[in-house]
């Protein structure tokens, strides 16, 4: 069991897992939660808490009963929630003496390379001082735009950055249904393919955000990140020594990958702010190993700065690699198809050669 052999879980508890149809937290839920935790942390483990809920308590809290809100206003009740969330980690957590943390993130902070080392920094140090960090997304500045949205991603984000083993997306159904008429769930997926996306049920809880799809693309990041992920039944008690009992779950299991840590970040970034279109040349030139040069680019697409998250396609819009990319979007726009040696003369500067050198780039 793949539990069993982690140093560092993930554990994301959706917010169906912790409060009820009526708004209201299962605190005896919680209790069996942290119990459960506790138990697995004096093996030595690290145990990070991926925790949604915090508009859902915001609206219990101030009686709010509409259920579909607009953003300006799940803002501030997850800023008036978000304090309950943490009161409540605290309160049960402190009666079994374990201490936590509160981390809130943006998209910004995972998907800026800097800002990504910050937080892998603060949860190393979090585990030196014993502590369990609880993660949720900054609700409350984030706009759709700028926001993770749900926290299947951004739990499978934490678990790539941090190097996690395991990552459980507790839930309310038992893993991702073959044939939800039989309820009969696919114990082990080895590839997210089409195949894989035709069993997606996108049925949605009265709180939660995720669905069944963005379950499956945070497991996607996992896979690629080498980190074993489970879909599983979270509303039972004891829901982690449940799942180590029975194992009813689906393990999406991870690619053996040669990639290095930075590699795996820039492979399981979310979105790219950018698309590059290449012809047949530069397609077989990377396939070889190579950088991108703008010889070989025929188009580009979005609005993007120099350091950012782009995609490399080929001319019929196929995704063949992503990658960090030394030039912007306008430069790129000026120089492609043309040879290295006349970048200056139309740029007016020399930077660099590679439009994505091959350190910053990774096949898809
Ligand atoms: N971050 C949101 C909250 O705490 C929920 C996101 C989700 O449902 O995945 O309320």
């Not at 249904?177 to 996306?197: A, L």
């Amino acid at each position: 069991m793949y539990i069993n052999k982690a140093k560092t879980i993930v554990l994301k508890i959706g917010s169906s897992n912790l409060v009820d149809s009526r708004g209201k937290l299962k605190e005896k839920w919680l209790n069996s939660f942290v119990k459960d935790i506790k138990k697995f942390k004096k093996k030595g483990k690290n145990f990070v808490i991926v925790s949604s809920g915090a508009i859902a308590l915001g609206q219990n809290s101030l009686n709010v009963k509409k259920k579909k809100l607009k953003i300006e206003m799940s803002q501030a009740l997850a800023s008036i929630g978000q304090i309950y969330l943490t009161n409540i980690y605290r309160k049960i957590f402190e009666k079994n003496k374990i201490n936590i943390g509160q981390i809130l993130i943006s998209p910004d902070d995972t998907e800026q390379r800097r800002r990504a080392i910050n937080i892998k920094r603060t949860f190393e140090n979090l585990f030196k001082l014993d502590a369990i960090p609880i993660v949720n997304e900054n609700d409350t500045t984030a706009t759709s735009e700028i926001k993770y949205g749900d926290n299947d991603r951004l739990a499978a984000r934490v678990a790539q950055i941090i190097s996690a083993n395991v990552l459980i997306n507790f839930s309310d159904v038992d893993g991702l249904y073959e044939s939800s008429k039989y309820k009969k769930i696919i114990k082990n997926v080895n590839d997210i393919n089409e195949k894989i996306f035709s069993f997606v049920d996108n049925k949605k809880t009265a709180y939660g955000s995720g669905g069944m799809s963005t379950k499956l693309e945070a497991a996607k990041i996992c896979m690629s990140a080498g980190c074993h992920m489970a879909i599983a039944n979270g509303k039972h008690f004891n829901p982690l020594e449940r799942l180590i009992k029975k194992n009813q779950c689906t393990w999406f299991i991870p690619k053996v990958s040669s990639l290095d840590a930075r590699k795996k970040w820039i492979a399981s970034s979310i979105g790219s702010n950018g698309k590059i279109f290449i012809d047949t040349g530069a397609h077989k030139a990377l396939e070889n190993g190579k950088s991108l040069l703008p010889a070989g680019i025929i188009k580009v697409e979005g609005k993007f700065s120099k350091g950012d998250n782009v995609l490399i396609l080929d001319d019929g819009g196929k995704a063949l690699a992503r990658g960090l990319t030394s030039f912007s979007s306008i430069e790129i726009d000026k120089i492609k198809g043309l040879k290295t040696d006349q970048i200056e003369s139309i740029l007016g500067y020399f930077s660099k050669s590679e439009i994505i050198h091959r350190d910053d780039m990774v096949k898809l």
